[in-house]
């Protein structure tokens, strides 16, 4: 009977620890979630500038494209290069009220006389784009508000994770009630979260999403701590018990360390 009393009583003490742990988590979290869910199109533009262009590409955008966006009902949410930029990339995030809205904004802003004039004069010595990617993108319904902030200094870390067949659901949910709480606690930043629009490679397997860090020390830092939390250890062997193995492919992980242009509205 004393046995089975001080068997109570750890078990007791061990749910106090969990819950206590799980308020503390909750607590971080709260304040950083958006109150509603955010019913916008994203879309995230990649452009490759052609050899030598990239300054170029800044100027005309710093000058000309950004504010011609705003113009149509487009609203600018970052711009940001890689911090190694081999391939001189601009990546950037646009915001719609929704799809059509989207289309009808780029076909006013292509069809403005300012930004023919503006596109005509900046390419009269060569193209300054030579490839543009894009993906639709909506936000999570755990993603803190998707704005424009500014905290400067601070890297930006694109992270992007694919997941095993039928296993998105189960890496939402680990996100929404464990993962960015525990981000958080460890000194990262929860910026934007946000899922593929249906129609497009890979939607059903994919999650974006931004963080901000210090720099690349403090990012380095903060993960390793993150994957030594107890919390984290646990959850993470749950969720993959649950989901037959890896919630992600193998090589599944992509990490790109970003900067903020000079121009951008998120800093």
Not at 183 to 195: P, S, V
């Amino acid at each position: 009977m004393g046995v089975a009393l001080v068997r109570s009583k750890n078990d007791e003490s061990e749910m106090n620890r969990r819950t206590f742990l799980a308020m503390i988590i909750a607590a971080t979290a709260l304040p950083a979630i958006a109150a509603e869910k955010d019913t916008r199109c994203f879309e995230m533009r990649t452009y490759f500038a052609a050899p030598g262009k990239l300054d170029a590409l800044h100027k005309r955008f710093r000058e000309h494209t950004c504010a011609l966006f705003e113009k149509h009902g487009m609203t600018n949410i970052g711009y940001w290069t890689p911090l190694e930029n081999p391939e001189s990339k601009l990546v950037y995030v646009l915001a719609y009220p929704g799809r059509d809205a989207r289309e009808k904004s780029w076909k006013e802003f292509m069809a403005d006389p300012d930004w023919q004039s503006a596109y005509k004069a900046s390419e009269l010595d060569g193209k300054l784009v030579a490839k543009v990617e894009s993906t639709f993108l909506s936000a999570t319904d755990f993603s803190p508000d998707i704005k424009p902030s500014t905290a400067a200094p601070r890297i930006f870390e694109l992270r992007t994770y694919t997941t095993t067949p039928g296993n998105l659901p189960r890496l939402l949910t680990r996100f929404r009630e464990h993962t960015t709480a525990l981000f958080a606690k460890h000194g990262m930043t929860n910026l934007f979260y946000w899922t593929m629009m249906p129609d497009q490679k890979d939607a059903e397997n994919t999650l974006v999403y931004l963080l901000a860090h210090k720099d690349t020390a403090a990012a380095k830092a903060s993960f390793e701590a993150f994957r030594a939390d107890p919390v984290w250890i646990e959850v993470k062997a749950a969720s993959e018990k649950a989901g037959g193995g890896s919630l992600t492919v193998p090589d599944g992980v992509k990490s790109v360390f970003m900067q903020a242009t000079d121009y951008s509205p998120t800093k």
